[in-house]
């Protein structure tokens, strides 16, 4: 106990040298996980480069009115996806990898490959017309029945990212809201940056971004964004 102690001790007591006015991380998925949708390499790259452009330490800095912590800083994270390993609802800004499942044309031989793939029981099989049905408002845009499909009756379709906004811990946890839509790479890069914006406009004495976005941003950001 007295060890742990005298880490949290050294911990606490160097902490705001170790603030850099961010953090962006990511899941296992770069690391060649099996369960990965899409993904965010190239993006997170992109997000990195204009995080360090808009020097949100120097903000804090002006900003915070005590010493900074971790708890300060901006935090996105990047799950290639719907298992969330990096926990997205809970930090400002969380990005999904997702594809969407497509019926296309090539006949399917109702072996329900695809519902037996599926954990959000979003996949049935219509016997009389021969082919899947997919229940858009259960599917996590995972994929899983995509590759399970032997006949190529379930293909991808648009393929991109879940983007929620406004999570956070501490003494009073918000749970992110996610996006209605699945945005591009690009759009993705534009709402980041819109809403470190946003957060250097509103945010006052170290608030965090789920403390000052609104319903009328989130609003305002969705209708741009996924109108």
Do not use: W
């Not at 032997?150 to 879940?162: D, E, N, V």
């Not at 534009?190 to 789920?210: D, H, P, Q």
Request: proline residues 4%; aromatic residues 6%.
């Amino acid at each position: 106990i007295a060890e742990v102690k005298a880490t949290q001790k050294r911990y606490l007591s160097g902490m705001s040298s170790e603030v850099k006015g961010y953090q962006l991380d990511s899941c296992f998925g770069p690391g060649g996980c099996p369960n990965r949708a899409y993904s965010g390499d190239a993006l997170s790259k992109r997000i990195e480069s204009l995080l360090k452009q808009e020097d949100l330490l120097g903000f804090l800095k002006n900003n915070a009115k005590s010493d900074l912590k971790f708890h300060h800083e901006f935090r996105i994270t990047f799950s290639d996806c719907p298992n969330a390993c990096s926990q997205p609802q809970i930090k400002d800004i969380g990005i999904i990898g997702a594809v969407v499942p497509l019926i296309t044309e090539e006949k399917c031989t109702l072996c329900k490959a695809c519902v037996e793939s599926c954990a959000e029981k979003a996949v049935s099989v219509d016997k009389n017309r021969e082919m899947p049905i997919i229940n858009s408002d259960l599917c996590l845009k995972c994929g899983k029945c995509v590759a399970a499909c032997p006949t190529g009756t379930i293909a991808s379709g648009k393929k991109g990212f879940r983007v929620l906004l406004g999570g956070k811990l501490g003494r009073r946890p918000r749970l992110a809201r996610e996006l209605g839509c699945i945005l591009t790479d690009d759009k993705a890069f534009e709402i980041v940056k819109e809403c470190i914006n946003l957060y250097k406009r509103k945010s006052t004495g170290g608030k965090r971004f789920a403390e000052i976005l609104d319903d009328a941003d989130f609003n305002e950001l969705e209708g741009r964004f996924c109108g």
